[in-house]
């Protein structure tokens, strides 16, 4: 157990509808990741949240949104969905924001967009 | 953007042998690295890391080798077991921030 929950384990929705899923960090972790990963594309970032403020953007489409909130769990919100957008969605946490050090991931959340 | 890369898609070795999975990347500004291991069903799970100060990192079963002239990272795990059977991802990050940039994954399968 990494000690990062996210929920719900599996998700499945309508194309158009929104979605939103949760993160609860490590506890002390300050830095929440977000991360999409599907069979085509690998694990690719998505956005990171540190202590409540956006602190880097990746691969993140406009229809998607996130934020962390102060007790630093974050949510991540994916609207307009589109067949594509199925995939695993992972949340990563880590102490801090600038140094290299280990992410430790969640389980994940499965989006299926039918 | 970074470039990361994987040799193989899949390794399949015998249980008790050693395996050996590589990396490739491109930028040569990246001083950090990391190999998870991702099982079915879960999420990556940190192995090991290494900082480009360094061209050998051993931990428990595993070594992780970095050769910076030729921009090349391997994973070598020893008397590989059927636990071990996971996908491996590398990941390196440039300095300054954690954001790593993840390679595609090899899927290593131990066969009993």
């Known amino acids: 157990d990494s000690g990062v929950t996210q929920t719900p384990k599996h998700l499945i929705t309508a194309t158009g509808q929104r979605v939103t899923l949760r993160c609860s960090p490590r506890?002390?972790?300050?830095?929440v990741y977000w991360y999409q990963q599907s069979l085509d594309q690998g694990l690719q970032f998505l956005i990171q949240?540190?202590?409540?403020?956006?602190?880097a953007k990746g691969n993140i489409l406009e229809r998607f949104s996130a934020q962390q909130f102060p007790d630093l769990h974050s949510e991540l919100n994916l609207s307009s969905l589109e067949l594509g957008d199925s995939a695993l969605y992972f949340c990563?946490?880590?102490?801090?924001?600038?140094?290299?050090?280990?992410?430790?991931f969640g389980q994940g959340t499965r989006l299926t967009v039918v | 953007g970074e470039s990361v890369g994987l040799h193989l898609p899949t390794l399949s070795v015998q249980e008790g042998d050693n395996s050996i999975i590589n990396c490739a990347y491109s930028?040569?500004?990246?001083?950090?690295f990391i190999w998870y291991k991702q099982e079915s069903g879960k999420g990556p799970q940190f192995i090991i890391d290494?900082?480009?100060?360094?061209d050998k990192r051993q931990g428990q079963r595993v070594t992780v080798l970095l050769n910076k002239t030729v921009k090349h990272l391997s994973l070598q795990i020893a008397a590989t077991q059927p636990g071990d059977s996971a996908v491996y991802f590398c990941?390196?990050?440039?300095?300054?921030?954690?954001?790593?940039?993840f390679g595609r994954g090899t899927s290593l399968i131990v066969h009993p």
């Open positions: 949240y540190y202590n409540g403020e956006e602190r």
């Open positions: 930028n040569s500004a990246s001083d950090y």
């Open positions: 990941a390196l990050s440039p300095g300054g921030s954690y954001i790593p940039t």
């Open positions: 990563a946490s880590s102490p801090d924001s600038t140094a290299n050090t280990e992410a430790f």
């Open positions: 506890s002390g972790d300050l830095s």
């Open positions: 290494i900082r480009s100060n360094m």
